[in-house]
Every structure is written in C-alpha cells, then in structure tokens.
C-alpha cells in the first residue's frame, strides 16, 4: 500500500510541472532530442523546425527544466539581462557595474540580446528562464516584457535599468532615461526652440516615454523618425534634435556636414552620454552626462535586497547637462 501511495505522489509531482519536452515533442511532430536542440543549440535545427517547436512551447505553455528547479524553491542565482545591443557607452557600463554588484552578492548575470520589438523581448526572455534566471532586467531599448504574463506560475520580478516608471517593474535602478532626456529638451526650450525631433532614441516605447516626460511643458516633439529627409520636407521642421546616444548624435554631426547642415546655426543637436566622443567632435557635442556606473550598482543592490525578500528603494539619479557648442538659439 505505501507503495502505490508512492508511485501516486510522484505522478501528482510531476502533473504539477506541467508539460514535459517529450509533450512539446508530440506537439511539434519531432523528436525530443530536436526540441533539446531548438532550445540549447538552435543552430543545429532548420528554421521550419524552431518555429514549430516554438509554437508548440507557446500552446503548451512549457516551462523548462532550469525554470522547473524555481518551482521546487531550488535557487539558481541567476539574473538575466535583456538589452537590444551592447553599442552604446552608457548601457555597457551600467551593466558592468551590475554585473559587478551582483557578483559581490553572490548573484551571476546572463545577458541577452534582443535587438528591437517586443517579440525579440519575449524570445529572451524565454531563453533566460529557461535558464534557470530568478528575475529579468531590461536596458535601454529594449522593450520590456512582464515574465509574469508568460509563467504567471513562476513570479518571476523584472527590473529596468533605467526607466523609473517601467510598467510592472518590481526593482529599479533610481535612474530615469526619459527624465534625462526631458532635461536636454528644457534646455532647448530656454534656448528658443519649441519644436524638438527625436533620433536613434532605441524604440517606439522610448519616444512615448520621452513624450510623456515632456507632457504640459509646451515643447512640440516632432515625429520620431530617423529619416534626415523626412524632417527637411515637414511644413515647421524641428529646430533641435535630442540623441539616444553620443554615438548617434555624433554620426548625425557628420551628416549634417555631408548635406551642408549648420549646427548649430540651422539646427542643434544634443547627445546621451558625455563619453569621449562629445569632446572630440567639431562642433563640439551638448550633451547629457548620465550616473551610469551609480545605476548600475543601485540596481544590483535593488535586485539583491528582492531576491532576499527585502526592499530598498534606490535613491533618485539624474543627469546633468552639459552644454557646449552644437546646441544654439534658433533663427529669429
């Protein structure tokens, strides 16, 4: 009888964890060392097979082994870092010093890269569970994704790196990308300028957040594009143009100079970042010096004291403006 009491138990536990990767399997109509191989090694499987098992994943709501282990109160120790792309300054040090934070406290960071969308995101995040991560941090440009809504079973907390109102955000790091942003915007606006165009901002999300930043101030934000043609030919083309980057704002410099530009004098530009590049630059760069390294380190500690089951606000981190010569009033 104990026995049978026995063998009951351990089929209840594993009913309890859901769908295995032999269901995922079944679902996608292939092996179970396939699945392994789209989820570990997706470059050993045709693109026709990762979709199917993909879907299937999605249908059955699957969670993997490493994730199965938060499940049974196993800690991996474990955060994972979802970012679009590791080209800008600022992100690479922010992350640098969380990893470093983590690090004392015991906690490794795994980094993922999405490049843009919400899609991108989610595939990710997936990954990063997968792996065992015990919460989800997003950088800049990155759109962020509830882990919640995809393993509500998990409670898996997220993180932004540098957004202060990041929806469903359960630590932060005291830095807002928006607010800094809003500062450089304010900044034109005492200078003259009314209508401010955004560039290389990282997202759709970015800009709306920039745009809710600037909310009631009386700054008009022109569009969102990229396209230096598409502002020439607008009936009130923007005056001023704010950077999601200093490495943006400087390419957008060397632009202006191939197609006979004036910075300042027919348009200003500012950048993100004060790094190197803003001070090598001619005309040299206005620009917006960011607590990088004090982010990153607020937010390890933020996400430390969760994982523990404490809390610790982060104290507020703002930028601070840095002008020089690309930015001026606008042309009476």
């Known amino acids: 009888m104990a ?11 594993k009913a309890n964890l859901g769908p295995t990767l032999h269901d995922v399997a079944r679902a996608a109509g292939v092996s179970s ?11 050993l499987v045709s693109e026709a097979v990762q979709d199917r098992v993909k879907s299937a994943i999605r249908t059955l709501a699957y ?27 600022v992100t690479a040090l922010a992350l640098e010093w969380l990893t470093r934070e983590l690090a004392a406290g015991g906690v490794a960071l795994i980094l993922s890269l999405a490049g843009e969308g919400a899609g991108a995101s989610e595939e990710c995040v997936r990954g990063l569970v997968a792996r065992g ?30 957004e202060a109102a990041a929806s469903g955000a359960s630590a932060r790091s005291g830095f807002d ?20 165009g955004l560039f290389a901002m990282g997202g759709d999300h970015c800009v709306g957040a920039v745009r809710s930043a600037l909310a009631g101030t009386g700054i008009d934000v022109v569009g969102g594009s990229d396209a230096l043609d598409h502002w020439r030919t607008l009936p009130a083309p923007p005056t001023a143009l704010i950077c999601g ?7 957008l410099l060397h632009e202006c100079s191939r197609r006979e530009i004036a910075v300042p004098e027919q348009w200003s530009v ?5 790094t190197e590049l803003s001070r090598l630059v001619r005309p040299a760069l206005t620009t917006l010096r960011v607590p990088a390294r004090e982010a990153g380190r607020a937010l390890a ?28 009033a606008p042309r009476a």
């Not at 060392?33 to 470059?43: D, F, I, K, N």
Request: aromatic share 2%; glycine share 8%.
């Open 301 to 328: 500690r933020n996400l430390l004291a969760l994982l523990e089951g404490r809390s610790e606000a982060p104290a507020e981190l703002l930028a601070k403006l840095v002008a020089r010569e690309s930015t001026a």
């Open 133 to 162: 991560a015990e919460a989800i941090v997003f950088g800049a440009g990155a759109t962020p994704v509830d882990p919640g809504s995809l393993y509500p079973e998990l409670k898996l907390p997220c993180a932004s790196l540098d």
């Open 63 to 89: 969670v993997p082994n490493a994730a199965a282990q938060a499940l049974s109160g196993r800690r991996s120790r474990l955060v994972g870092a979802v970012v679009p792309a590791l080209d800008d300054p």
């Open 245 to 251: 980057s200093d490495a943006a704002a400087v390419a």
């Open 270 to 274: 500012i950048g993100f970042g004060d």
């Open 177 to 196: 990308r928006a607010k800094a942003l809003a500062l450089g915007a304010r900044y034109l606006q005492q200078l003259g300028h009314r209508r401010i």
């Open 33 to 43: 060392a396939s699945v392994s191989r789209a989820l570990t090694r997706p470059e």
């Open 3 to 13: 026995e049978v009491t026995t063998i009951r138990r351990r089929r209840q536990a």
